[in-house]
């Protein structure tokens, strides 16, 4: 019988492993040292057990991390409700230094106000239900805090004009979630290019939307967004060629300053 992976779980996991391998301990040695057996200590690195506090508490003790695998342990426990995809997100946008978004279609996650994600969302999946729903809309409000928090990364946006034109619910649900980005932008607390709609235009961002995020401790990762979540790409010449598209369609976008203009045309055009 095959052990069930807990995707929220791997990071811990992988988390263990690393430090584990930095110290040139065993497995075995490690399991001693934390008072469970080889096989559960096996298992929590595999992501296919789910520690208990215990268990974190004595791995900050053994590797003197200041409580970072218990913080780590915390997390995950806090977020084990919610989907697995988007509770990684969570935990990696607060790690991140650098996000980088390319869109085609939607506002991104980061910069939607509650009622254009209620709608986003709602209209997206319907299968679930409304408290299904109410639960997406709240995880996704809690990733805003990392946009507004004083030490934030470094956040980039390069948007399809669609996105901004595209209205989603009521005029006011799109001027607000419009004016919330335009003051996001003149806060600067994030950077934003829009890609003109051209009827005769194409350009490199044809295959659809897509993130990557740089940290300071770890490799850089992309995400490449699909109905159901996003699909992590972290091989380092797969991670260059999502580099190499999304400087392609800086180069294509507007100014900042002209794509603010822009973005406050529609505001105006929604008033």
Not at 109 to 121: F, H, I, N
Not at 195 to 206: A, D, I, N, T
Request: charged share 25%.
């Amino acid at each position: 019988m095959v052990d069930k992976v807990h995707p929220l779980w791997v990071k811990f996991g992988t988390e263990v492993r690393r430090v584990r391998q930095l110290s040139g301990l065993s497995q075995a040695q490690m399991a001693k040292k934390t008072s469970v057996s080889p096989s559960m200590f096996s298992a929590i690195e595999r992501g296919t057990r789910v520690p208990k506090r215990d268990f974190a508490e004595a791995l900050d003790a053994v590797h003197n991390t200041g409580g970072a695998f218990t913080r780590l342990w915390v997390n995950l426990m806090n977020t084990e409700e919610v989907p697995n995809w988007f509770a990684n997100i969570i935990l990696l946008e607060q790690a991140a230094t650098e996000i980088r978004e390319y869109q085609t279609l939607l506002v991104p996650g980061l910069l939607q106000t509650e009622e254009y994600a209620r709608v986003t969302l709602r209209d997206g999946r319907p299968w679930a239900s409304k408290d299904e729903v109410e639960q997406l809309v709240e995880t996704r409000m809690k990733r805003h805090e990392v946009v507004l928090r004083d030490e934030r990364p470094l956040i980039w946006f390069v948007l399809d004009e669609i996105v901004i034109r595209r209205q989603i619910g009521s005029p006011e649900i799109m001027r607000d979630q419009l004016q919330h980005i335009a003051t996001l932008v003149e806060g600067e607390q994030i950077k934003l290019q829009v890609v003109p709609q051209e009827p005769w235009m194409s350009h490199p961002g044809l295959s659809g939307p897509f993130r990557i995020m740089t940290f300071p401790d770890r490799p850089s990762m992309a995400y490449a967004e699909h109905m159901l979540g996003e699909a992590i790409i972290d091989a380092a010449e797969d991670v260059h060629r999502f580099n190499v598209i999304f400087g392609a369609l800086q180069a294509e976008a507007l100014s900042r300053r002209q794509s603010l203009k822009i973005l406050h045309e529609a505001i105006g055009e929604l008033s």
